[in-house]
């Protein structure tokens, strides 16, 4: 059984940093595609970083550029998503999702399996 499990999110203000992780199991890790999105109420859900099998990261919203970084353990089959310089429009839902493909995809249609979300909120 494919599991996808977020954690470390929460409240912070303005100015600080998380770190999400995303801990998976049940597919062979180090051959898959490991994207990070995000849901605000009343929004749609957006790609925010993904990360392919071979460490390539393309990150999807301009607004996170110089921000946001992601990383994969592949010891412990777990991805990371670093978050600085939090700004209050950043908060949503994190959501962590996987698809059969190696390669990185924007559009959350493509992930097959996702994990439950964490929430991040960002005050003032």
């Not at 925010?48 to 071979?54: E, M, N």
């Not at 089959?77 to 949503?92: C, F, G, W």
Request: contains cysteine; glycine residues 8%; neutral net charge.
């Amino acid at each position: 059984e494919v599991k996808l499990v977020e954690s470390g999110g929460g409240l912070v203000p303005a100015g600080g940093s998380l770190r999400l992780s995303c801990v998976t199991s049940g597919f062979s890790f180090r051959d898959k595609a490991i994207a990070w999105f995000r849901q605000a109420p009343g929004k749609e859900r957006e790609g925010v970083l993904c990360i392919s099998h071979s460490d390539y990261s393309p990150v999807y919203l301009d607004s996170v550029k110089g921000r946001f970084d992601i990383s994969r353990d592949n010891m412990t089959s777990t991805v990371y998503l670093q978050m600085n310089s939090l700004k209050p429009e950043d908060t949503a839902v994190y959501y962590c999702a996987t698809t059969v493909s190696p390669w990185c995809h924007s559009h959350p249609s493509i992930y097959e399996y996702w994990g439950q979300g964490t929430q991040v909120t960002v005050s003032l």
